[in-house]
């Protein structure tokens, strides 16, 4: 497996509008637009930061994942770190072979169009890894 960068980091966001506010007004970024993933229940907008994006993240419903780190956590926060790979399968086999627990076994879309699968917490010292291939 070949880890190429930092993709981005994933924050969840009780409200994306409100948000932007701060990420671009604040700090300056450009949000370079929204996209609804269906299959995991978000909203995302992705704000690049020189070779790296800032993923925002808002659940589309109030059962899906990022509705529930934010209950969880009691509000929103750094939710994962996403590392490109140059094979997404590869990877998934590599994680496998060095005992790592997946949540994935197999890739799913990710938001832009990303193959991604992640890896589980426990294996990664509580931290939700995700890999991301995109072409």
């Known amino acids: 497996m070949k880890t190429i960068k930092l993709d981005h980091i994933g924050i969840a966001v ?10 671009q007004d604040v700090l300056g970024l450009e949000c370079q637009g929204t996209e609804v993933v269906e299959e995991q229940a978000v909203k995302v907008a992705f704000l690049p930061v020189g070779d790296t994006e800032v993923e925002l993240l808002e659940s589309t419903t109030p059962d899906g994942p990022i509705a ?8 929103g926060g750094i939710q994962h770190l996403a590392f490109r790979v140059d094979d997404i399968e590869q ?6 072979a060095k005992g ?3 949540i994935d076994g197999q890739p799913r879309y990710g938001a ?3 193959k991604i699968a992640f890896v589980h917490p426990k294996s990664s010292h509580r931290v939700l890894v995700e890999l991301s291939e995109r072409e």
């Not at 409200?15 to 990420?23: H, I, P, Q, R, V």
């Not at 529930?68 to 509000?75: H, P, S």
């Not at 990877?91 to 496998?96: D, G, K, R, T, V």
């Open 91 to 96: 990877a998934i086999e590599y994680m496998n």
């Open 14 to 23: 009780e409200n994306l509008d409100e948000a932007l506010e701060f990420w």
């Open 68 to 75: 529930k780190f934010i209950e969880r956590n009691g509000g």
């Open 112 to 114: 832009g169009g990303a």
């Open 100 to 102: 790592m627990r997946m």
